[in-house]
C-alpha cells in the first residue's frame, strides 16, 4: 500500500492526492506512500494519534454535519450505532466526497476481509470499509479491493489509470 501511493502520488502528468481517513493498518500504510500528496479526515481531534505529522498533508478532524447526513442514509444499521461509530462512518464520506462533500476521487483502493467492490456485495465481513466502498458504488466510482489478488488488482489498477490518462 505504501509501494503504491508513492508511486500514484508522482504519477506524470499530475499524480494522484490520497484522501485518507487516519486509521491504523491500511490508511497509515498509504498515507507513509503519499508524503504530502494528502489529505486526512479525523472523526474527532486525536484519533490515532491525530494524524501522521512526520509527513505533511492536511488533516481535517470532526466531519462536517452534512457528512453525517450522507453517512446515515447509507449505513444499514445508523440507529443501532454509538457517536464513535457515527462519527468514524461520516469521516468515511470526506474519504470519498473531499473536504466539501461535493470533489469526489477518481478511484478507491482498499483491502477488507471478503474482498468486496461493489455496495451489492456488501456485508458483516466487508467492515467499516464497507460504508466507503457504498459511497463509491452509489457515485461510480471504480473500487480496487486488494484482497482480491495483489497482481491481478494492481494490473486492473493500471489500466483503469491508463485509459483514464488517454482519455
Not at 499530475?14 to 484522501?19: M, N
Not at 478507491?108 to 461493489?118: A, F, K, L, R, S
Request: charged share 25%.
Amino acid at each position: 500500500m505504501t509501494r503504491i501511493a508513492r508511486r500514484l502520488s508522482a504519477r506524470e502528468p499530475w499524480g494522484y492526492t490520497l484522501l485518507s481517513g487516519g486509521a491504523a493498518g491500511a490508511d497509515s500504510a498509504f498515507e507513509r506512500g503519499a508524503g504530502s500528496a494528502k489529505e486526512v479526515f479525523l472523526p474527532w481531534n486525536g484519533y490515532n494519534g491525530g494524524g501522521s505529522p512526520d509527513a505533511g498533508g492536511r488533516i481535517q478532524a470532526l466531519p462536517l454535519s452534512d457528512a453525517y447526513r450522507v453517512a446515515a442514509e447509507l449505513h444499514p444499521g445508523w440507529s443501532r450505532l454509538s457517536d464513535a461509530a457515527r462519527a468514524l462512518m461520516a469521516r468515511n464520506s470526506h474519504q470519498i466526497l473531499g473536504a466539501d462533500l461535493k470533489n469526489p476521487v477518481d478511484f478507491v483502493i482498499c483491502w477488507t476481509p471478503d474482498g468486496c467492490e461493489t455496495e451489492a456485495k456488501r456485508s458483516r465481513r466487508t467492515g467499516g470499509t464497507g460504508q466507503a466502498i457504498a459511497l463509491a458504488s452509489r457515485w461510480g466510482i471504480p473500487v480496487f479491493n486488494l484482497r482480491r489478488g495483489e497482481k491481478e488488482t494492481l494490473n486492473r489498477i493500471k489500466r483503469w489509470l491508463d485509459a483514464e490518462q488517454a482519455a
